[in-house]
């Protein structure tokens, strides 16, 4: 029994021993090893591309390279289609940081929790228009009664959300989307649509891809259409948002300009566009019935 009792300790010392020395040799290799990398936090940036394709985020390319130096971190640029597909992103939070115009501002702002840092360029002098063909017999909103009338996507302040407030008591044909501007004016010059809702701004970039063709202005909202902003997302902690700021601002004046924003101006008011996104929420449950009642 003496000898099993022995026998047994003598075991499981040799046991402890050997884990012992083990343990210290790992320890040892650790130590000498070099750490592996961690990964490295991506910062995406969200921009609006209305399907201009490279050319559209190419003037980001600049402002991207100074916040990867500044931040250390990899940026990445991801275009939107069009302002649903960057609804989506900013519904999910995809998004750390978004180039946005102001109907998404607005809406990311009040409803996402998004935090604006800077002002884009532009100023207050954006409108909501609706625009006919020049030959065309529509002369008042009024007239727009009972017609086919296009819009752009939900989420644009200029194509959806101000249009809609300005058509609030019409029944309407049929209402129609439009996933660009540019497609918007096409319906028009076609007389698939007898009139459509964008911005002044759009109209002058788009008017002359339609030849000898020539639009007249139905209605200018009086309001003014704040700019649109840059935006960072919840999901980024408030120092790193601090940063963020930090380095968008550090960014040179003609790069910051070239990427549509000013470098120390402080974000708009929204309030006004907030309350129309709430206004026209409950008049937009039925614009894609035919009739489409706006009331």
Known sequence: ??????WVRRTWGIHLLLAFLAGSLTAGLSACSSPEPSEQKKLVVGVVSYGDGQQSIERFDDVKTQLESELKTIVELEPAFNEVQALQQIERQAWDVVFAPPGLA?????????????????????????????????????????????LGQRGSATGYYLPLYNLYGLTLAE?????????LL????????????????????YRSDFGSTKFRVLHRDLRPVPAGSILVGPTIERNAQQQVLKALENVPAPVAAAAGYVSNASPPDYSYLIKVVKRVRPIAQRIREKPAPLY
């Open 1 to 6: 029994m003496f000898l099993r009792r022995f």
């Open 106 to 150: 607005a809406i990311a702002i009040s409803q996402k929790q998004y935090l604006p840092l800077l002002s884009q360029s532009g100023g207050e002098k954006e409108r909501s228009i609706l625009v006919v063909r020049a030959d065309s017999p529509i002369r008042t909103i009024q007239d727009l009664a009972n017609k086919v009338v296009g």
């Open 175 to 183: 209402i129609r989307f439009a996933p660009t501007p540019k497609t």
């Open 186 to 205: 096409g319906w028009v010059n076609e007389g698939t649509i007898a009139a459509g809702a964008l911005s002044i701004a759009e109209l002058d970039r």
